[in-house]
């Protein structure tokens, strides 16, 4: 290894022998130490019998402000990674088929439904009516902006968490790997989201909406505060790190149960069906229209100020929700009111 200043040349090659036509990918990374060490240059490798006696080469940076001894260990894997991923779709692509199949039989059905077939003019006008009936509930526009912004700021944070993850220190960020953003957010992440949207329906159930939807408002923006800490702390330790996303996966699975069943409040009476569908639009709109600006606000702030922004940017999804919660029966969502 040749090293200059804050930057290291690795020297490495092949031993072995490939097939004609075989190609192993090669990817190193940091396996474990100070993560100040990055791969900033040839991270990945394709090797094949016609470049399998050519050296190849991994530059190494360290942070410039480091200022004391420190060390870390790299690591070369090599696979087939084309075909790893060709499995996991294929393997994501079953466990979905399969949920499908069993859902078509286990799924109930209402009584109602029959073997009428509808002619195409009745079910135009069936759809006319559902979507123009859903313009004409009460308080229709503060039901749309409580959609539309309840969840303003989650819809920012979600879309750079993960680049923030992965991004080197030197950018801002806390230069996890890919595997261990895997695990942050694929296992501590899901779990507490799990956990948490469990509670918000069983407190709902207990107190009913109105009673919590304040609080699982401030669940699920308040923990939003992790990655301010996150951001500026920049922590090495990977458990403080954990803590943080599973503070703010927990509180937004929290208050994602009381936007899941102010939906259910907004669809009541004729067309239930269609109206949910609908609200289900708007929720996907109101996570689609923050998110596509996201990443050009947080290239111009860096992720400091990007994710105070997002703190900002919770101030309206608290106005949407008080405005609504007086209009919402206190019955709503208690479990003798649902049954």
């Known amino acids: 290894m040749e090293a200059v200043g804050d930057i290291a040349v690795a020297h ?7 097939a004609p036509g075989q190609t192993v990918d090669v990817v ?11 791969v900033v240059e040839g991270s990945r490798f394709s090797i094949n019998s016609g470049n399998l006696e050519h050296p190849f080469a991994s530059v190494i940076q360290i942070d410039h402000r480091v200022d004391e001894p420190t060390q870390a260990v790299f690591r070369a894997r090599s696979g087939n990674f084309s075909l790893a991923w060709t499995s996991t779709f294929y393997l994501a692509a079953g466990t979905f088929l399969a949920l499908a199949l069993y859902h078509a039989y286990a799924l109930p059905r209402p009584l109602v439904d029959g073997t009428e077939v509808a002619s195409a003019g009745r079910m135009l006008g069936d759809f006319v009516a ?21 969840r303003f700021a989650e819809a920012q944070l979600v879309k750079l968490a993960s680049p923030f993850l992965l991004d080197l220190r030197e950018a801002g960020g806390l230069a996890l790997s ?6 942050v957010y694929g296992t501590v992440g899901v779990v507490m989201l799990v956990i948490g949207g469990i509670l918000g329906g069983w407190a709902a159930a207990h107190h009913g909406l109105r009673f919590w939807l304040l609080w699982m408002a401030l669940a699920i923006n308040l923990p939003n505060l992790s990655y301010v800490f996150l951001s500026y702390v920049r922590p090495e330790s990977f458990l403080a790190i954990n803590a943080a996303v599973a503070v703010e996966q927990f509180g937004y699975g929290f208050g994602f149960a009381g936007f899941m069943l102010y939906m259910l409040y907004a669809a009541r009476g004729e067309h239930e069906t269609a109206h949910y569908a609908i609200c289900t639009g708007f929720m996907a709109l109101g996570m689609m229209l923050p998110g596509m600006v996201s990443g050009w ?21 608290f ?21």
């Open 178 to 183: 890919t595997g261990e953003v895997g695990f």
């Open 297 to 317: 606000l947080q290239e111009l702030m860096g992720y400091r100020h990007f994710f105070v922004w997002v703190m900002l940017a919770t101030i309206p999804s």
């Open 12 to 18: 490495f090659a092949f031993i072995g022998e490939l």
């Open 130 to 150: 559902a979507f123009t009936s859903f313009f004409q509930k009460s308080y229709i526009w503060l039901t749309i902006a409580f959609l539309l912004l309840y």
């Open 28 to 38: 190193v990374e940091r396996d474990r130490g100070d993560a100040s060490f990055q």
């Open 319 to 339: 106005l949407v929700t008080v405005l609504v919660y007086f209009r919402i029966d206190p019955a709503f969502g208690r479990r003798e009111s649902v049954a």
